[in-house]
């Protein structure tokens, strides 16, 4: 490969091949593909696009760059979630013991912020003790024991991203939908999830400062994890303002803290329950996000959520003590209250601006060697839309000493607006991308698929005809029906029929694999899969592979292909025994 020609042939607008796209990131991972050639080839994709093909390949290739997380180990299905970045952005900090105290298993790798933006592993660290450097064994058994871990993003995954990413910032060239796309995505994927959820955040306090561009990059990771073979959603959500009222990280523990006794702001437990609805359905538990947010609420509100999170504070080293006494966060020695000029309703809050004030402060990051202040930040009083009347309290500033508090005070007047009107509620959630309905692409419409597919089953003898659908990581559905012969042993089952056109299909062999697999009969109760069909369950699917079993009264059964079969016989089983076979 000479790689002058991969660059002038995307400069020139024609499509890379998987395998040149493959080649020029080995290459560039291996230190041969040297970085002034990767900023050209970079410039070019800016200019130029990328195609979906080329997009997936990119990402695969950056996800295969490195390790790969293999969370196998940890039972059912695991729902990885990712912010775009924000101000104010404690979402993790609630939304994981949130959902992981309904059983969505939550293994999370985190970073730390830079620049405007914060970090959850900064937020964490804020408590007394806690450590998010846990090593791979420690946590997965961690997640296996309480459902739940918060980690460093380790160096080993995608580090061909890694390097990219670094390079596109002094390259300009980070401004592009295919690069950001597969940038995120390459993550994701390494980090070993079944299923994603992204919050892709659009404003002034964004990377996506409009929703039409906001809404391709969310269609473009959507579009990637699909043809990955995992089920993805993005949710769009409004960044103009900062999110809650807290920003600087032990404030923002507060917050969430705050937030997980059920007393927290509007906007974070609103955009929470939304995130966290699509967590539970994608994870199987919850038929809708009505359910999944019925359940969410319950734990917010009967203390279960608080609870996991003390388990994950414990666990990882931190004082638990933290969920009933805030006093034992870290606190700022100067607390200066900032107040309003002017009479009226606040119009704007400029997100990076105040995540600016905030990061000069103390609590964030303007080079990735900076030290942080885990007491200092900015906790607002009043949130756009809001009346104000002036001399009013406007933002609260935690501060070093008096002279940064003083500077503060001065940057915030450019960064809230106050203007005539009345009072009004902005728009939080702006649109979901890929959602996972019942009624659009959830479990009835695959249960719905497989029901019509039994009208084909060929069942002359025992006149007991079963309907099975796969579907497939794009989201195409492919169906089977029982096929019955007169010697009885020959009978073929719906599910190994629709396995078997699938796997003899194009589909296949372009790289789609199963995403989940409905089965459905006139049975007493959901139908269960025979033994042999288990067998071939396990031999296409994933342990994780999410399967519903159904009967014709609604009654619907979801499960998991490595419930159905544990400890499934596999290739791997073979290994080694090359010796004994040849004898
Ligand atoms: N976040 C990433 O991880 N990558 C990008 O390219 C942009 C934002």
């Known amino acids: 490969m000479r790689v002058v020609e991969l660059i002038e042939k995307k400069r020139d607008g024609q499509e890379l091949s998987e395998s040149e796209i493959r080649a020029l990131i080995q290459g560039y991972t291996s230190g041969q593909v040297p970085d002034y050639q990767m900023s050209a080839f970079a410039m070019a994709v800016c200019w130029r696009g990328m195609s979906d093909a080329e997009t997936v390949a990119l990402t695969l290739a950056m996800a295969e760059s490195g390790s790969t997380l ?52 900064d937020k964490l660290e804020s408590i007394p003790g806690f450590r998010a450097d846990l090593s791979m064994d420690a946590f997965v058994e961690q997640v296996k024991k309480i459902g739940i871990a918060v980690a460093g993003q380790t160096h080993e995954l995608a580090p061909a991203d890694k390097s990219l990413y670094a390079l596109r910032d002094v390259t300009g060239t980070v401004r592009s939908i295919p690069l950001i796309a597969s940038s995120i995505m390459s993550k994701k994927l390494a980090s070993g999830a079944d299923a994603i959820v992204l919050d892709v955040k659009v404003g002034d306090g964004a990377f996506m400062k409009d929703v039409e561009q906001a809404k391709m990059l969310a269609e473009a990771m959507v579009r990637i994890g699909h043809q990955a073979g995992r089920r993805t959603v993005a949710v769009l959500t409004q960044m103009e303002q900062p999110l809650g009222y807290a920003v600087g990280n032990a404030l923002e523990v507060r917050e969430a803290v705050q937030t997980l006794r059920g007393q927290g702001p509007e906007d974070l437990t609103e955009l929470c329950l939304t ?90 990051r303007a080079t990735r060697d900076d030290q942080i202040h885990p007491g200092v930040g900015v906790v607002l009083q009043r949130k756009v839309g809001q009346s104000v009347v002036a001399g009013d309290p406007l933002v609260e500033i935690h501060a070093q000493t008096d002279a940064d508090a003083e500077a503060a005070v001065e940057a915030l007047a450019h960064c809230i607006e106050i203007a005539d009107g009345s009072a009004f509620t902005p728009p939080l959630i702006l649109d979901i991308v890929g959602e996972a309905t019942a009624s659009e692409t959830g479990p009835s419409e695959l249960v719905r698929a497989a029901r019509q597919a039994r009208e084909g089953a060929y069942v002359p003898y025992s006149k007991f005809a079963v309907g099975a659908a796969i579907r497939l990581g794009s989201g195409e559905i492919v169906t089977g029906a029982n096929v019955e012969n007169a010697s009885y042993g020959l009978t073929n089952c719906a599910e190994r029929t629709a396995i078997f056109r699938f796997v003899t299909s194009e589909a296949y062999r372009r790289g789609e694999r199963i995403a989940s697999i409905a089965v459905i009969a006139d049975s007493d109760g959901p139908v269960a899969p025979c033994g042999a069909c288990r067998q071939v369950l396990a031999e296409f699917c994933t342990a994780d592979t999410p399967v519903e079993l159904a009967d014709m009264k609604g009654n619907v059964k979801r499960t998991t292909v490595g419930e159905l079969l544990p400890y499934a016989f596999g290739a791997a089983q073979m290994q080694g025994s090359d010796e004994d076979r040849s004898k």
């Open 70 to 121: 293999d969370l196998s180990a940890i039972p059912g299905i695991k729902v990885d979630k990712h912010s775009t970045g924000g101000v104010g952005d404690k979402t993790t900090l609630v939304l994981g013991p949130l959902v992981a105290s309904v059983g969505v298993a939550v293994a999370k790798m985190s970073g730390r912020g830079l620049g405007h933006t914060g970090g959850t592993i």
């Open 275 to 364: 995130l966290g609805a699509q967590m539970v359905v994608l994870a199987g538990k919850a038929a809708d996000p009505e359910e999944a947010r019925a359940k969410l609420q319950k734990a917010l509100h009967s203390g279960a959520a608080l609870q996991k999170f003390q388990e994950l504070v414990s666990s990882q080293g931190g004082d638990s003590r933290v969920v009933d006494d805030l006093a034992v966060l870290p606190k700022a020695p100067v607390v200066r209250m900032m107040h309003a000029s002017a009479t009226g309703v606040v119009r704007a809050i400029h997100a990076e601006g105040v995540g600016l004030v905030a990061m000069r402060l103390g609590a964030g």
